[in-house]
């Protein structure tokens, strides 16, 4: 009985050993793309503007700015500052590339809600694509995509052509598009394992039933059972494994630069946010009463620490509020990181070049992209590191909140 466990827990190490060098290379392979087309659009815009600089042309003046590569900045100048939040921000369009001064970007649709309907001639909802904004620079039925420091890349209604305030926006994002396409492929992820298995019952798995039923099995074994418990672990499993794939797949995806993919999702503290929150809603639900009186009456806490002053409950209750708070800040903050170290990498190509010319363009780029490949490989790493922890914690308040008084 001992040597099959042994043999079990052998074959299902090298599951995950295989899983994981099988993510690294074709993550290696992406990151190698991704940092050749950086390459080609940092030489294609340090090209541009040395051709601007020489000709007078390939630059669009609107105003005192100007557009390029959708970054706003003082002619002559590059606004890296700028240029980094934009590309980890969210949008009302899918940005792809801007080339001779012509944005190509995938609209997205526009839900709003008026909060002023007698401007409208009575009308409340207005659904219609981002691109009637033309990228932030025309107003459309009343409405414009603001850029005061106040409500900066917020859609705002307008009166005689002054902001009045913000209608209630449930548009798509780029960043709810990318929710949705994840989803898309966890469902078809797991209906082609759960199909594959049904058809192949009493036969080793294959394809990509080989690929997910090892990590299913290690967060079922190493992260439930020891958190929660033999006993209870079962009834959480829905959630634990949906948040892991869905955290899993929204990092992984975020790291390539093409659409539909792209998507800084896991990195948006609004959907880490609603994340934790799952958690903290489900470990309240489930707190029984010894959860609770550890709470509010922890045992072999001297009694004036409890009263007058409930400085033990207190404590106890903090402490209970801000788990949510940590697992959203810690996914939150570990990815966003490692998208704001590549865009600045980047940008120190364009920087260098406004420093020091095109040579100096050129030459920063060997070490900008060389970095940005490490930064890519070692985010893979961080995508399942980060997936695994988020789900681990759970697995941990869950066993916290169901545990018996021994």
């Known amino acids: ?162 902001e009045i305030g913000r209608p209630f926006d449930i548009s798509i994002t780029k960043t709810i598009a990318g929710i949705f396409f994840s989803v898309i492929i966890i469902f078809w992820i797991f209906l082609s394992v759960a199909r594959s298995a049904k058809k192949n019952k009493g036969k080793a798995p294959k394809g990509l039933q080989n690929l997910v039923e090892p990590i299913i099995i290690f967060v079922r074994d190493e992260v439930a059972k020891p958190a929660i418990g033999d006993k209870k672990f079962e009834r959480f499993m829905p959630f634990l494994l949906s948040v892991f794939f869905f955290i899993l797949i929204n990092n992984l995806i975020g790291l390539i630069p093409i659409p539909p993919f792209g998507a800084n999702v896991t990195g948006n503290i609004a959907v880490t946010m609603v994340l934790a929150l799952f958690t903290f809603a489900i470990t309240t639900l489930s707190g029984n009463k010894h959860y609770w009186k550890e709470i509010y009456n922890p045992a072999g806490v001297p009694w004036w620490l409890k009263f007058p002053i409930p400085l033990m409950p207190i404590i106890e209750l903090t402490g209970v509020l801000t788990k949510p708070f940590v697992l959203m800040v810690r996914l939150f903050a570990n990815i966003i990181a490692g998208h704001l170290i590549v865009t600045v990498c980047v940008s120190l190509i364009f920087i260098f070049y406004s420093l020091m010319g095109i040579a100096g363009g050129w030459g920063i780029s060997i070490v900008s992209v060389a970095f940005s490949v490490f930064i890519l490989i070692l985010d893979v790493l961080v995508s399942f590191i980060q997936a695994y922890v988020f789900t681990l914690l759970s697995a941990l308040y869950f066993g916290m909140a169901t545990s018996e008084h021994h």
């Open 1 to 162: 009985m001992l040597k099959d466990s042994w043999k079990e827990k052998t074959f299902k190490f090298v599951g995950i050993v295989k899983f994981f060098t099988r993510f690294a290379m074709l993550r290696i392979y992406k990151g190698l793309l991704f940092s050749l087309s950086l390459i080609a659009l940092s030489f294609t815009q340090v090209y541009a503007r040395h051709h601007a600089h020489k000709g007078g042309h390939g630059i669009e003046d609107h105003g005192d700015e100007v557009t390029n590569l959708g970054v706003h900045h003082e002619p002559g100048e590059f606004d890296a500052g700028k240029f980094v939040i934009e590309h980890v921000s969210d949008a009302y369009d899918w940005h792809i590339l801007t080339w001779k001064n012509k944005h190509v970007s995938i609209p997205l649709p526009i839900i709003l809600y008026s909060s002023h309907p007698e401007l409208h001639g009575g009308k409340k909802f207005f659904v219609f694509m981002s691109s009637k904004f033309h990228h932030g620079h025309s107003d459309y039925k009343g409405f414009r995509i603001s850029h005061t420091e106040e409500n900066d890349g917020k859609i705002v209604e307008l009166e005689n052509g002054h």
